[in-house]
């Protein structure tokens, strides 16, 4: 690695691994921020048909927005050493836009869609140049630039989305956003340039995966404050304590499932992997999942708990079961990553929930939640077992390998 001015802005191999109190206080923004996209799935329940689709996809896009700001802060960190002064100020900056783009988020794509387009923009065009300009002399200050260009190259897109009529929003902030996101995929080429693909980048492995289980931990917080909230703002019944019961049972079983025993050893993985960018990269695309399907389970609670014995509508079970559903999909995906295989537990809790799901229209929500529960504590009961009579697994991952011989691990 070539040294220049900017060399002390990366992290040196003896740099901790843990995340930093700054890391964590820059979280709190997106507690905030996840709660608002929870309550905007919440109102989407009596929708049907058309509507429920199209509003689906609005609050799935802004999540998408704010999860793209959060996994390349976590990228950063993970890259540059957070002790740096310039690097704390870029923390802190994207915190503020963050808690700006959540204040904003509940009406982001109605009357409040300019302050939330300004906040994203500000992240994606100015903290690539604050970095590079830090960087100076050094080989990597390309990488910022080019994240700069492909955000300015889609930053009309998001003002013409905010600023002109509203019908034309989703589909702008759509194109914008898939331009953003494909970006990242293909390592944000330039001509004469080339890409810089993240697979290949240098990284603080263990630092990434301690981020991503930090994530999740926040979403799974945000079940437990609904199922609180939510059923101390109710009138008590004995109907509701049992669906509050059952709700927090299934959460602290979607925590089981995460952990135990893919999401233990992602750290173990990350460290150890020839190429910890490329898992990086796999395994956020796993959490993005993970994590939505963790807010869509909660809204799934709140419904049940303020109508535990009512007729389930189809809308509702999209939350109540597709989020739980999502969430196995997401956990497959993730298990592959860290050893080259999917449990057959998995696969067998997701064709369970499929095939109930179209009897569950027949019975109350509460049924559904507590066919829910069942189907994933099967799961965890197969693992269980399995476990008993078999060593602890070691990762094996044949995502992050390490490349060819002769070709160059960083971009």
């Keep these: 690695m070539a040294a220049g001015p900017g060399a002390g802005l990366l992290r040196p191999p003896t740099s901790s691994g843990r995340a930093t109190f700054l890391e964590l206080f820059f979280d709190l923004a997106f507690v905030v921020a996840l709660t608002q996209v929870s309550r905007r799935f919440a109102e989407l329940s009596d929708d049907t048909g058309w509507a429920l689709v199209t509003e689906f996809g609005r609050t799935l896009l802004l999540f998408l927005a704010l ?16 002790e740096r002064s310039i690097i704390q100020a870029v923390v802190i900056g994207t915190m503020f836009a963050g808690l700006v783009m959540a ?20 992240v994606m065009v100015v903290r690539p140049l604050v970095i590079a300009a830090a960087l100076r002399g050094h080989p990597r200050r390309l990488v910022p630039f080019r994240l700069a260009a492909w955000a300015v190259a889609s930053a009309p897109l998001w003002l013409a989305g905010a600023l002109g009529p509203d019908r034309l929003r989703l589909p702008l902030w759509a194109a914008a956003l898939a331009i953003d996101y494909l970006a990242w995929a293909l390592g944000w080429p ?16 263990t630092h990434l995966a301690d981020r991503h289980q930090q994530m999740i931990l926040i979403a799974l917080g945000e079940s437990i404050l609904v199922i609180g909230v939510v059923f101390g703002g109710a009138d008590y019944s004995a109907e509701r304590a049992a669906a509050f019961a059952v709700a927090f049972v299934t959460s602290a079983l979607l925590w089981r499932i995460y952990f135990y025993r893919a999401g233990l050893l992602l750290t173990e993985a990350l460290g150890h992997a020839g190429m910890p960018g490329r898992l990086g990269t796999a395994s956020e695309r796993s959490h993005l999942l993970i994590v939505l399907s963790v807010l869509v389970t909660a809204v799934g609670y709140e419904l049940v708990i303020d109508h535990p014995y009512g007729s389930p509508r189809p809308s509702w079970l999209l939350f109540v079961v597709g989020g739980p559903v999502l969430f196995l999909v997401a956990r497959m995906r993730l298990e592959y990553e860290i050893f080259g295989r999917v449990s057959r537990s998995l696969v067998i809790g997701v064709v369970a929930l499929l095939l109930f799901t179209p009897a569950l229209l027949r019975w109350t929500s509460m049924v559904a939640l507590t066919v829910v529960a069942a189907g994933l504590a099967l799961v965890a009961l197969i693992d269980a077992r399995r476990s008993r009579a078999r060593r602890p697994e070691v990762p094996a991952s044949p995502v992050g390998r390490e490349p060819p011989e002769g070709q160059d691990s960083e971009a």
Excluded: D, K
């Design 67 to 82: 999860w793209l700001i959060w996994s390349h802060t976590a990228w950063i960190t993970s890259r540059y050493e957070p």
């Design 190 to 205: 330039l001509p004469r340039f080339g890409a810089s693909a993240v697979g290949r980048w240098r990284i603080a492995g």
């Design 103 to 122: 204040v904003t988020l509940p009406r982001g794509m109605e009357e409040r869609a300019l302050p939330f387009a300004v906040a994203y923009l500000m």
